[in-house]
Structure formats: C-alpha cells, structure tokens
C-alpha cells in the first residue's frame, strides 16, 4: 500500500514538477530510472527496523522515551545498510529521510523543507497515510478519510504542501466502494466521486420502500449528512438538472431510481 501509493505519487509529480538538478535546474528527463529508484526507496524505507527489537516495534502498549529513541535510529541504521554500490543515493534518500519534517520537527537529521529530497517528502506522506490506514498490533486500521483529514492538515507543518496537493488529487476520503452508515442505519456504499469535491461524494443506498437510490450527498467524518438533501444542499426535488450549477456529479448524481440488476 505505501509503495502504491508513493509510486502513484511520484509517477504523478514527476512529469508535472519535474526534478531539480545539482546545478539548480528543472529537469524532465530520467523519469523511468528515478522511479525504479523511488519504488526501491519505498519497498525498503524500512528496512532499518530489523535492527530494532521486535518487542519494541511490536509493542501494544505506549514506548517508553527510550524505546523511542531506538525507533529513531531505523532510517540512519537503514541508510548504513545500503553502500552505494548497492542502491542509488535516491533511494539511500528514501530509506534515510522519509521522518523528517517539512517543518524540521522530524527525526533524524531535522532538516527543512526541500533541505529533504522530493522523494523522502513523497515517502513522508505515503507512510503516514498507510499507517494511519492499516491495522498495527498497537492499534486498529482507520478510515480512509481520516488518513486523508490528517495529511491535508500536515500541510506546511508535517508534510511538503506541494506534494499533499497531489496526494489530494489521487486519493478520496470516500473512494467508490466505500461503505458509509446512513442516517437512518441503512448502509449506503459510494458510487462515484469528483477530485474537485471530494466531501461530496454520490451515494447509492435504499430507501424506506427498498428502492434502490442514488444522490450526491455531503458526508462529514465518514457520517452522510440529511439524506433528503442532495446536490448543493437543497431537497432532491429542487435540484438543479446535472451539471447546471457547473459542479456536475461524477456520474449521474441527481437523485433517480436504479435498476436493481445494475448492483449485482
Ligand atoms: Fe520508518
């Protein structure tokens, strides 16, 4: 999951922002080389961690400061691992610098801002959304959209704001498939969502009668708001037909009965 998603990253950025050179220029090229670097860099961030206890990094309980400590020391113990005969230096970056900060609060080296190499900055991102996101043995998985609520909010603090533009573009709080509880404790699943509106995704559900319905809807904290509202907030029977506001749903979106057969 966090090599998808920093690959996804990377592959998105780098054609758009390209790479800056030793000598201060924008570059387009190597594109297909880097990245083979950067999915190296990201399959084995990690791999410093075989120097740490597992009954540290597998502890469900809160570490202690200096279990702490020992933590800290996995992405220098990772770079040491790599001569330079063995992995690129980007990928060295990767495994060295996916903790440091935007705002210098990171570890080990507390470099700032683009002091860090882009792809540590990508890897920064695509670990802490994967760990918010996936079950550990100290806590259990979350939501999509909070991985996503604690991303956006790192922005300029935690995480470089350019590569969390990107990573708000690709990745959805409620991408399609997602199951959401509604109001009336029906479950509805997500049918389509828009990049430009995220938050509003279009939601297929049944209603009273078990008419099978679709609508786009806001949904707050993974909860669907007022299910007799759809569209901009006004009851479904006002709606404006799609696309008239300018903010047409991604497929369809007004609220409309479906053929059942269409689910299966
Ligand atoms: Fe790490």
Redesign the pocket.
């Known amino acids: 999951m966090l090599g998808a998603l920093g690959l996804l990253l990377g592959q998105r950025i780098n054609p758009l922002d390209g790479w800056i050179d030793w000598r201060g220029q924008r570059r387009y090229d190597r594109s297909a080389e880097r990245m083979t670097e950067l999915a190296m860099g990201l399959l084995i961030?990690?791999i410093g961690k075989i120097s740490i206890p597992e009954s540290v990094l597998n502890k469900p309980a809160k570490l202690t400061p200096e279990e702490w400590d020992l933590i800290k020391t996995?992405?220098s113990a990772g770079a040491s691992m790599l001569s330079a005969d063995r992995a690129s230096a980007l990928t060295i970056c990767v495994v060295r610098d996916?903790?440091e900060r935007w705002d210098g609060l990171g570890y080990e080296r507390g470099r700032t801002g683009s002091d860090t190499h882009q792809f540590a900055r990508i890897a920064a991102v695509a670990?802490v959304y994967d760990a918010i996101t996936a079950d550990r043995p100290y806590k259990p998985a979350n939501a999509p959209h909070v991985g996503v609520r604690v991303v956006r909010e790192g922005a300029g603090s935690q995480f470089d704001p350019g590569v969390v533009e990107h990573f708000l573009r690709v990745v959805m709080p409620y991408p399609v498939g997602y199951s959401i509880p509604m109001p009336s404790g029906r479950s509805a699943v997500v049918a389509g969502v828009d990049a430009e509106r995220p938050d509003r995704p279009l939601i297929r559900y049944h209603d009273e009668s078990g008419r099978l319905l679709e609508a786009v809807m806001q949904v707050v904290d993974g909860a669907v708001q007022d299910p007799a509202l759809a569209g901009d907030g006004r009851p479904t029977g006002d709606r404006a037909p799609d696309g008239a506001d300018g903010h047409g749903p991604p497929t369809g979106g007004s609220l409309r009965e479906l053929d059942r057969t269409a689910t299966r």
Do not use: G, I, L, N
């Open positions: 961030h990690d996995h992405p996916h903790h670990d």
